[in-house]
């Protein structure tokens, strides 16, 4: 049977010809039930997978696979589950007790994301009717359970949810589960282009590029800016026009200097195709390595970002990376997701809190108010004056993210913090700014940051949780450490001495 194309808008902002995400509803049973007792299974968990599929809100289709009650079975669906480039995960269900040793060959071999429900079909006990057929039918309370060992001790990582599958807890849960798996599946297909190497002599911002295409899916490659300077050259004059008037619709153009404006549409017309031509959805720039151009892309990057590109500033692949797939995993929700950096502190005693922005390159999906286009000097990579984005932040809960190289496994630092209004005018200061209050507080939240090796640049979200990338963290096989309004500095230094050796005994074969 001929499989069903769909037109969609790509997180990138192009249409293409895609296929639709599907998530797989896989039940398991055995044969000493009866016939009849499967044929009902089969039924009530059609039902189930349908009614999730109904609350999905587009996210995926949440598709019925059958149900599966001997050893072959489960490992030809969970071979098929492999195979299948559409599937991003699938949802196990025991309906009645599967015993757990059938799914060993199956699982072993599973290598997309699981999430494990734990419901039955019955939302309350029918009191007066209840007999053994019912109970023989109805066998999820144990029969989970012995499934659920079987994950344990494989070591299998995997997002086990609890109650009745028509609870709006119970489809939040599976909905959130559903954009982690999409993220996962981003993950796998990330290409990062850099244009120039990394700043020089920055730590933070390297990384080992072959061991996350083999724990994350990245692929990160390197290119002259001369390539992309013949982009640039390429663009024609009507492209241009018809981008400026999108930015006089979007934006308040808040300059005379029309033609550096221009010039940033010519940058964005030319990296976004460069990007399309390879395939690529995020990309780095350096101030270190503009042989060719005329500006630092500041509007462009930030325009692109906008778009749902990842981008990372000073050749930062990793937090490019990153950017991209934390706002795949965000895609559609209220807010924002954008590359950010630590600038500056405001150290006022009890009124701590950090000025975030970069050069020129933060994404408006954080913008709070009017969104305007300026022209400045940049007192650094001795370039002509760009157009970026101006704007303050967003204000309410957030999560700064990043991700470093420990040597032995990377690892994912995240921080609760609390973006506030920024409360007086920065003339002087004419970039996208967001200023936020770490938690518990500036003092101990940042000196944790240190501990744990955090880098200067992140990933300021407020559309996602810290469930979401913990279990993002979890499906990766990446260490995770949490900073937030419990953090005891004590327990925490004790954490990542306990996390050392646990990553070290892992590392050993």
Sequence with gaps: MAKMLTMDKTIQGRSELVMKKTVWFITGSQHLYGEEALKQVAINSRVIAEYINQHMEGLCDIIFKGVVSTPNEITEVCREVNADDNCIGVITWMHTFSPAK??????TKLNKPQLHLNTQYNKALPWDKIDMDFMNLNQSAHGDLEYGF????????RKVVVGHWQDEEVINEIKAWVRVASSIYASKNTKVARFGDNMRYVAVTEGDKVEAEIKLGWSVNGYGVGDLVEYVKRVDEKEIDKLMEEY??????????????????????AIEKFLTDGGFNAFTTTFENLHGLEQLPGLAAQRLMEKGYGFG????????ALTYVLK?????????????ENYTYHLEKDNESVLGAHMLEICPTLAQGEVKIEVHPLSIGGKADPA??????????????TLVDMGDRFRMIVNKVELLPIPQAMPKLPVARVLWKPLPNLKDATAAWIYAGGAHHSVLTTQLTVEDLRLFAKYL?????LIDENLDLAKFEQELMINDVIWKLKGIK
């Design 313 to 320: 500033a000073e050749g930062d692949w990793k937090l490019s």
């Design 328 to 340: 795949s995993m965000g895609k559609g929700l209220p807010g924002g997701t954008a590359f950010m």
């Design 388 to 401: 970026r984005f101006v704007f303050n932040g967003l204000t309410g809960p957030g999560l700064m993210v």
């Design 477 to 481: 096989d990446i260490e995770f450490v």
């Design 150 to 157: 079987i994950n344990a001790r494989l070591r299998l990582p």
């Design 102 to 107: 059938m799914w060993i060959n199956g699982l």
């Design 248 to 269: 006089k619709e979007k934006y308040t153009i808040n300059t005379d200097n029309i033609a550096s404006v221009r010039y940033q549409a010519r940058l964005e017309i």
